[in-house]
């Protein structure tokens, strides 16, 4: 693993960010006897909602974004390919589309990020059906620049993490030293039946419904040993946000007890320390734990160019969730255990650059601003 190099005390990587996928990749990208069948976006428009930044799908004004929100650089998700995913929860599943259709999205995306590889920090989109084609997959994007892999966290119901399936992934995953990307909104179970959902079930899902699937997934790959026969793999858990993940392990080392009967030799905390990061944005009670614990697991991110993210607003989230913390813990939190999981030198940071207030682009009411708020008060919530 590469060293971890510093650019000053409050470098600033994004661990969540995303690419805007032109929608008609693969009605042009994939070959002639899969086109009738390609994912379509029709309600997607450039300009609009997820695509409002050119940012998204072109490099150059990427780095001019990241220039204005100080962000040196950027861990990519993609936007659109997780309904490579969904599309066989409504269809017949097809191994042959569904790995042609990852291919075209992993060229696009090698190809984007070929325009800056050090800032740029691509992860090849694959399904994990075929372990075989997955590996090789895996290896392929590997030697074409990418830094990771990005796949489902609900797994469809007759792949669990606690199988077997999976096993040979893992060791090649731990041996290549690829970390995986698990982002919210990707796989199956309620991300594919929350269609047409009223405002009421939105709200009640993502208060709670991410978290969920996070802690099933953590709990049942730490149970079940994934941890204790892969002590080199990574695990980077994307926009889930942190302060909920201390009072859950220690929980779960309470109801996990000694665990011999499991076979595990450490305690469910104790992998989740070594081998899994999970990203915050405005955060304020993950931010606050930081004086005690997450330090080394805990990494910000911005979300860009998503509506649900906060860019272009980096410098007031610093001084609302990381001022006040020693400079040690920025440090790691804002960019060194960022390049620690991805074994990546930090980049130089990008000269500032302006930007255009964005706030009526979209409603945003969980965007606070430095200066506006604050998070030391006595009450819960954000309620003032």
Request: net charge negative.
């Amino acid at each position: 693993m590469v060293d971890v190099m510093t650019s000053g005390p409050d470098a600033r990587l994004s661990g969540d960010s995303h690419v805007s996928e032109p929608p008609d990749l693969w009605v042009k990208g994939l070959p002639p006897r899969f086109r009738n069948r390609a994912l379509q976006f029709p309600r997607v428009a450039y300009g609009k909602f997820n695509h409002s930044r050119p940012g998204g799908w072109d490099p150059v004004e990427r780095l001019k974004d990241m220039a204005a929100d100080g962000i040196a650089a950027e861990v990519l998700y993609p936007t659109l390919a997780k309904g490579i995913f969904e599309q066989f929860f409504h269809q017949p599943f097809d191994p042959d589309l569904a790995k042609a259709c990852e291919r075209v999205y992993n060229d696009w995306m090698i190809e984007f990020c070929q325009a800056a590889p050090d800032r740029l920090w691509g992860q090849a989109f694959i399904g994990l059906w075929d372990i075989d084609y997955a590996i090789q997959e895996m290896q392929r994007t590997q030697r074409e620049g990418l830094k990771g892999v990005a796949t489902w966290i609900a797994p469809p119901d007759e792949l669990p993490w606690t199988g077997d399936h999976y096993e040979r992934f893992w060791s090649a995953a731990e041996e290549m030293r690829v970390p995986i990307g698990f982002h919210i909104n990707t796989g199956f179970g309620a991300y594919v039946t929350r269609h047409h959902e009223s405002r009421f079930e939105s709200v009640s899902r993502q208060a709670y419904g991410h978290k969920v699937v996070a802690m099933q997934a953590m709990a049942e790959m730490i149970l079940s040993g994934v941890f204790e026969r892969h002590p080199r793999l990574t695990v980077v858990l994307a926009e889930f946000d942190c302060g909920w993940i201390p009072f859950f392990l220690e929980d779960l080392d309470r109801k996990f007890g000694r665990g011999k009967e499991l076979g595990l030799s450490m305690l469910p905390s104790e992998y989740f320390s070594r081998s899994v990061f999970s990203t915050m944005m405005q955060d304020g009670v993950g931010g606050f734990l930081l004086q005690r614990w997450g330090a080394d697991n805990f990494v910000y991110a911005n979300d860009y160019p998503h509506a649900g993210g906060i860019w272009p607003h980096t410098d007031d989230t610093f001084e609302l969730v990381f001022s006040a913390l020693p400079v040690p813990t920025r440090r790691k939190v804002l960019a060194e255990n960022l390049a620690r999981a991805y074994g990546q030198p930090l980049p130089d940071p990008l000269p500032r650059q302006p930007f255009v207030e964005m706030d009526g682009h979209w409603n945003r009411p969980w965007l606070k601003r430095a200066g506006a708020f604050t998070f030391d008060k006595p009450k819960m919530g954000l309620a003032v």
